[in-house]
Structure formats: structure tokens, C-alpha cells
């Protein structure tokens, strides 16, 4: 599925998702392994959760809709609106993005318990229709990288959403858009004959068979392979761990998340395939 023109070589990459994808304190995050290998300028776009919705509103692929206040955006300063869909900013309160609301730029933000939207510069006064779009700056800005795609581990169980907005994603990047997939992992909590494994393996399946070669199954790869492609040998606890179909436990900081050895492995099966994709 390589695809040649004239955005061939793309010397950026945008990693766009949750808490899987989001930096945390004292671990190497797969985009910082990843900048490292591929010697690229890597841009890590995750912030804990968020379901599909919403990171896909950041990255563009499903734009955020509001209802604005008195029905019009004034001709300067800030008015109140009220998310129609599910916000690109929550829960991270304190996080503005720059973009354009029906086309008229500026910010969007929380304050005062209450989405606002601040006009960047004055303008006519615009009246509006029943529903605004807010389409952030960064994703157009960023909508020719290469871009590594991940979420749905918080809202696992909404297969259809997820896949909605993974399609919507890679539609919004045009015939020359370049994109891997990411799988869903599960939690040492949710292993087989539990309806919330049986919900994740269902979903990879799926992503597996719509995307084929530009899907990663991380979570199955880390259970067959993770500790043998890392040169480790298992501990009696990763071995409980494979044996309950469970990313193994010397792989990851936490119940669900991976630690530096884990990510360094997501960013070499990451690269490799960007390679073998020719991108």
C-alpha cells in the first residue's frame, strides 16, 4: 500500500492520541524513541483521556461542533458556546487551540466552567446556523506528515465509533495521506471470557482487516514477541501475563501503559514499517 507522488518524502511525523501516545514523567515516550531512529522531527499529540472523538476533532478527521451563544460570533472579543459533540479540549481544562469556529479564526478554550471561543482579530459580526465547526490549526498545519494514529482505549466498547473515526481520519489526510493504526491493549483485568477482551480483540481484528499492512497490533505483538525482540527473559509474572493474553508486565510502568523498553519497541516496529511503506 505505498503510495508514490509528490509528498513521497515527509521529513515530519504526528503522533496523534490518548494516555498510550502522551508523554508521562520519567518514561520515554515511543515519539521521542521514535524522533531518535528515524533522525525526523516527531510531534507527540496525546492527552489522557480522551476517547476516539476527541482526538480525532484535534487531528481533524471529525471536527468538534458547537452551539454558539445568541446565535453569532460578535465582531470582537469572546462569546460562549456549548460543544454539540464531544470537546477536543476536555478534560484538560487548561489547554487552548487555535483554529477557525465557521471560519473565523481564533481560540478555543474552558474558563468560567464554559467553552468560549475568543476572535483572533476583529471582524464583521457573522451570524451563525444551528451548528459551528471548530477546526483546529494544527491539523491542517500538520496534515501532510506522516501521521501515527492511536486511540480507543477509553472508550473500547463504541467498536463503530472507533472505526467512524479512524475512517474520517484517514479521509481527512487526502489521496496522498500517510497513516498507521494502532491497536487497542488490554489490562491485566480484562482477559479472556471477559466481555471487555472479547471487545478488544474484536476491534483489532477489524482495524487489521480494513487496514492490513498500515495496522499495528501492538498488543498482540507485545504478548508474542515484545520480551524476545527486547532480549529479556520472562519473569514468573510476565509469564501469568501471557498466559492470560496480557501485554507482559517487565514491558510496562503500570497496568497499562509502557515503559522505556516497551516504547523502544513500538518505535522500532513503528519505523519499519514508515520504511517498508516508503514514506
Same mark, same amino acid.
Request: hydrophobic share 40%.
Given at each position: 500500500m505505498s503510495q508514490a507522488g509528490d509528498l513521497a518524502t515527509v521529513s515530519q511525523i504526528s503522533c496523534w492520541g490518548d494516555s498510550m501516545t502522551e508523554r508521562h514523567p520519567g518514561v520515554e515516550s515511543f515519539t521521542d524513541a521514535l524522533a531518535k531512529l528515524t533522525g525526523?522531527?516527531?510531534? /507527540?499529540?496525546?492527552?489522557? %483521556?480522551?476517547?476516539?472523538?476527541?482526538?480525532?476533532?484535534?487531528?481533524?478527521?471529525?471536527?468538534?461542533?458547537?452551539?454558539?451563544?445568541?446565535?453569532?460570533?460578535?465582531?470582537?472579543?469572546? !462569546? !460562549?458556546?456549548?460543544?454539540? @459533540? +464531544?470537546?477536543?479540549?476536555?478534560? #484538560? !481544562?487548561?489547554?487552548? *487551540?487555535?483554529? @477557525?469556529?465557521? %471560519?473565523?479564526?481564533?481560540?478555543?478554550?474552558?474558563?468560567?466552567?464554559?467553552?468560549? +471561543?475568543?476572535?483572533? @482579530?476583529?471582524?464583521?459580526? #457573522?451570524?451563525?446556523?444551528?451548528?459551528?465547526? +471548530?477546526?483546529?490549526?494544527?491539523?491542517?498545519?500538520? &496534515? /501532510? %506528515? !506522516?501521521?501515527?494514529?492511536?486511540?480507543?482505549?477509553? /472508550?473500547?466498547?463504541? @467498536?463503530? =465509533?472507533? *472505526?467512524? %473515526?479512524? =475512517?474520517?481520519?484517514?479521509?481527512?489526510?487526502?489521496?496522498?495521506? &500517510?497513516?498507521?493504526?494502532?491497536?487497542?491493549? /488490554?489490562?491485566?483485568?480484562?482477559?479472556?471470557?471477559?466481555?471487555?477482551?472479547a471487545a478488544i480483540v474484536n476491534l483489532n481484528d477489524r482495524l487489521r482487516d480494513e487496514y492490513k499492512d498500515r495496522f499495528f497490533d501492538v498488543r498482540s505483538y507485545m504478548i508474542r514477541s515484545g520480551l524476545k525482540d527486547a532480549g529479556m527473559s520472562p519473569s514468573s509474572g510476565d509469564i501469568a501475563d501471557i498466559e492470560n493474553d496480557v501485554p507482559p508486565r517487565s514491558l510496562r510502568f503500570d497496568v497499562i501503559h509502557y515503559n522505556d523498553i516497551g516504547n523502544q519497541l513500538i518505535a522500532r516496529k513503528l519505523n519499519e514499517m514508515i520504511n517498508e511503506q516508503g514514506w
Open positions: 525526523r522531527t516527531v510531534h /507527540n499529540f496525546g492527552i489522557s %483521556d480522551q476517547i476516539s472523538t476527541q482526538v480525532a476533532a484535534r487531528q481533524g478527521g471529525h471536527p468538534a461542533k458547537f452551539l454558539v451563544e445568541w446565535g453569532r460570533i460578535p465582531s470582537e472579543g469572546g !462569546v !460562549v458556546i456549548a460543544p454539540l @459533540t +464531544f470537546s477536543p479540549i476536555m478534560p #484538560k !481544562v487548561e489547554l487552548e *487551540l487555535t483554529g @477557525t469556529l465557521s %471560519d473565523v479564526p481564533g481560540k478555543l478554550l474552558y474558563k468560567g466552567g464554559v467553552h468560549w +471561543f475568543e476572535r483572533a @482579530t476583529p471582524g464583521p459580526e #457573522k451570524p451563525l446556523g444551528e451548528a459551528s465547526v +471548530f477546526m483546529p490549526s494544527l491539523a491542517l498545519e500538520r &496534515r /501532510n %506528515d !506522516v501521521q501515527i494514529l492511536w486511540w480507543g482505549r477509553r /472508550n473500547y466498547l463504541e @467498536t463503530e =465509533r472507533i *472505526l467512524a %473515526d479512524f =475512517r474520517l481520519s484517514c479521509t481527512f489526510l487526502g489521496q496522498h495521506g &500517510r497513516a498507521l493504526i494502532i491497536g487497542v491493549v /488490554n489490562s491485566p483485568g480484562k482477559t479472556p471470557g471477559s466481555m471487555e477482551h
